[in-house]
């Protein structure tokens, strides 16, 4: 019996290689017994609530662009609840770190095959005081490289566009006096330079070290905070010591299934690579396999 799938797709991912591909892209589908209808997002926020409308009526929704499209899937389909149907992923971004995590091919059509002929599996989504994220939530320094990198820099370098723009902001970190408390009651209060609350085996391109012992569906949050230090260089080498090599002076890990991080002057966060907004409180959530998502078998 012939299956629906929605396939949406955003055109300006990543260097646009799926106007190359698209064609060979539905052919595998078609032969994988799909009836597809193909949706190219229109605008921000339009692949969400494209799947808010549509994605019940489906047996898969697929979605091909970076992390900021696989956001907005993520988000339509925890909206749809027990409705949701599977997810389908084929990542076009500069750095695609939740596709590394799950072993998904960063080639269009080994991505597309593996959508049609692999195991399915539940994996853990995060919410950020209401609104979902597939892997990562951040503040402080860096962590909005990705999405101030203008796309042609990223077309053009890759993910080096974003260590270009990352050294740009270096003269202007700063640090932030953080309350964080988990749901065991594990209190962290301190001037720290960068906060992130992740479900991913490598952010930003940068794999974390093994000591994570990081698992997807577990329904637990790798938690790192970096301690302030000299405003300097210096700066750069501690963050990515910390994703790793955490066991560090520098550097506050633990795990957690729920957060809540405060400060008093506000904090800009990042969800999946884009701009998250600013507050003074957050609470951040995991949802313990939340969604169904095809991966290579």
């Not at 301190?190 to 994570?212: E, P, T």
Request: proline share 3%; glycine share 8%; aromatic share 10%.
């Amino acid at each position: 019996m012939e299956k629906k799938m929605l396939f949406l797709f955003n055109p300006k991912a990543g260097r646009s290689e799926i106007k190359n591909s698209l064609a060979d892209i539905l052919n595998i589908f078609t032969k994988g017994n799909y009836e597809v209808l193909v949706h190219p997002s229109q605008s921000r926020q339009d692949i969400e609530e494209t799947i808010v409308r549509k994605g019940a009526d489906f047996d898969l929704v697929v979605t091909c662009g970076g992390d900021g499209s696989l956001n907005e899937a993520i988000n339509g389909l925890m909206r749809l609840g027990n409705q949701a149907p599977e997810l389908g992923y084929i990542p076009t971004g500069t750095v695609n770190d939740f596709a590394a995590s799950h072993r998904i091919s960063k080639n269009m059509l080994v991505a597309a095959r593996d959508i049609v002929s692999g195991s399915v599996v539940e994996t853990d989504i995060g919410c950020f005081n209401g609104r979902y994220f597939s892997y990562v939530a951040a503040f402080g320094a860096f962590t909005d490289v990705s999405y101030e990198t203008p796309q042609v820099a990223k077309n053009r370098f890759g993910k080096n566009a974003y260590i270009l723009e990352g050294i740009k902001r270096i003269p202007l970190l700063s640090s932030y006096h953080v309350v964080a408390e988990t749901d065991d009651d594990e209190v962290i209060e301190d001037d720290v330079i960068f906060g992130m609350i992740s479900n991913a085996i490598s952010v930003g391109g940068f794999k974390l070290a093994r000591s994570y012992d990081v698992t997807m569906d577990d329904g637990f949050f790798e938690v790192v905070f970096v301690k302030k230090a000299l405003i300097d260089f210096f700066n750069a080498s501690v963050m990515l010591n910390a994703l790793l090599h955490p066991n560090s002076d520098n550097v506050y890990t633990l795990r957690a299934k729920k957060i809540h991080v405060r400060c008093e002057d506000g904090l800009s966060w990042t969800l999946d690579g884009e701009d998250g907004g600013s507050c003074t409180e957050a609470t951040i959530e995991n949802i313990k396999r939340s969604i169904r998502i095809r991966v290579p078998s």
